[in-house]
């Protein structure tokens, strides 16, 4: 053997096997294997002051203590008879909870829309302030609504180019006879 005091044998008494990498037990103090290291694989006697989980009860989301020796389901069970907190109407809370201000509209929303004008709450049908009939600010603030609106007065200039009136008074109509 060249180097003798390297390593150390696992505690098990089924195993002693000869390891180079010996892990304690945080427990019991006892040196194991690989293997053995887990409180269960080594039956740990002193594993109740570590291994401690303490159970959520399944309704309120609430810890549990549970006393040594306790069985964990019928302290939960006791919990949720008794001193449980939870209130099944709180589960069924409205998801749809914002009206549309438009009148005769009666459509709701998950989340406020709300317009830049004239802050009132829309549905997505009604968002814009020409939708609703916005009584904000004279004219749209957003990009998209003057481009909305120019696009607008365009073609309602064009149509009345359509009707070209003469020098001599007399409207005709700009078609090719």
Avoid: W
Avoid at 11 to 40: M, N, Q, S, T, W
Wanted: net charge positive; hydrophobic share 30%; proline share 7%.
């Amino acid at each position: 053997m060249e180097l003798p005091g390297l390593g150390r044998h696992c505690a098990e008494r089924a195993c002693r096997r000869l390891d180079f990498l010996p892990l304690k037990c945080d427990a019991c103090g006892e040196v194991f294997c690989k293997d053995h290291i887990r409180y269960d694989d080594h039956k740990c006697g002193s594993a109740y002051k570590k291994n401690v989980q303490v159970p959520v009860c399944p309704l309120c989301n609430a810890p549990i203590p549970v006393q040594k020796g306790e069985i964990p389901d019928v302290v939960v069970g006791a919990h949720m008879d008794k001193d449980c907190k939870y209130n099944p109407a709180q589960q069924k809370e409205k998801i749809f909870t914002n009206k549309c201000l438009k009148p005769g509209c009666k459509r709701k929303e998950m989340m406020k829309v709300v317009c830049e004008q004239c802050n009132g709450n829309f549905c997505i049908k009604h968002r814009h302030p020409l939708d609703h009939d916005c009584k904000g600010s004279s004219h749209p603030i957003s990009k998209a609504g003057y481009a909305a609106l120019m696009r607008a007065s365009q073609t309602a200039f064009k149509s009345t180019e359509a009707i070209a009136v003469p020098s001599n008074g007399n409207r005709q109509h700009n078609r090719c006879r």
